[in-house]
Structure formats: C-alpha cells, structure tokens
C-alpha cells in the first residue's frame, strides 16, 4: 500500500487523517482540523523553520540528519512527551541482530526483474557519472569495457 503525502499530516499536527486517495484524506485532515495537537504542531513548524534555515544558510550540511537528531534530542532532554508532544516511541538500543534472511524461492523470483532493473540503472548512472568527470579533463570512458 502507498502511504500519500496527505496522509503524513497526522503525524507532524496529531490530526487523524482516514481515507483512501487524496481528496478523502483532504477532506479528513480538514473536518478534524480543531482537534490538532498544539504542542506537537508547534514542534513540528519549529523543526520545519530549523530544516528551511539550515538548507538556505548551509546548503551543503546534511539538513535532514541534524534537524532529526535535534529533535530527538530536545524531545529526549525535557521529556516532551510527558508534555503533549506525540512521539514515535521508544529507539532500540543496540545493534540488530545478524541473521540470515528466510527468503523463499518465491520471493527470489520475485526480486529478480526490479534486480536486474536496479543493475541497468546504477550502471547507466555510474557510466554517465564517469562520462561527467571525464568529459572535464578532456578523457573518456568506454562504457564496454568498464562493464567486462
């Protein structure tokens, strides 16, 4: 099941979203909208505005990583969710454990084209990459015999 967009608004405004497409969710988020989440909306705009602000001031920094993990480490310092603030829930702590996946043939099978589809496209990324670079310093790249 595709999860849409709309649906993701519960989680950042603590308003229940239901339906089935996107204007059932629209309608939804909107006749449940007086029942949003003050404290967690709040959180949410605060951490949108942080996200904004360190896309334009430092484009380059990894945007996405610091605005998470300062949330998770506000949220985890003032036991914000003791406060109103709707939580994922608790991180386990530790590594997983290394296992060997149960796959089935069935399931082989099925991975087998989207593999092979993935394979053609990293390739042709990989080979337009190379393309790039080389293209700067006036070289250039055999696709064939990268690939043998």
Request: charged share 10%.
């Amino acid at each position: 099941m595709i999860v849409s967009q709309l649906s993701q608004l519960s989680k950042v405004t603590g308003v229940p979203v239901e339906g089935d497409g996107f204007l059932p969710e629209a309608a939804s988020f909107l006749s449940n909208l007086g029942r949003a989440q003050l404290p967690t909306l709040a959180l949410s705009v605060a951490l949108l505005v942080l996200l904004l602000l360190v896309s334009w001031r430092a484009p380059r920094a990894p945007g996405p990583l610091i605005v998470v993990v300062l949330g998770a480490l506000v949220v985890a310092l003032f036991a914000l969710q003791d406060h109103g603030i709707q939580v994922v829930g608790p991180v386990p702590l530790g590594l997983p454990v290394l296992a060997v996946p149960d796959v089935s043939a069935t399931d082989l099978a099925a991975l087998i084209l989207p593999a092979f589809g993935i394979t053609i496209v990293a390739h042709t990324d990989n080979v337009l990459t190379a393309r790039a670079f080389a293209d700067r310093s006036g070289q250039s790249v055999d696709a064939k015999a990268a690939s043998s």
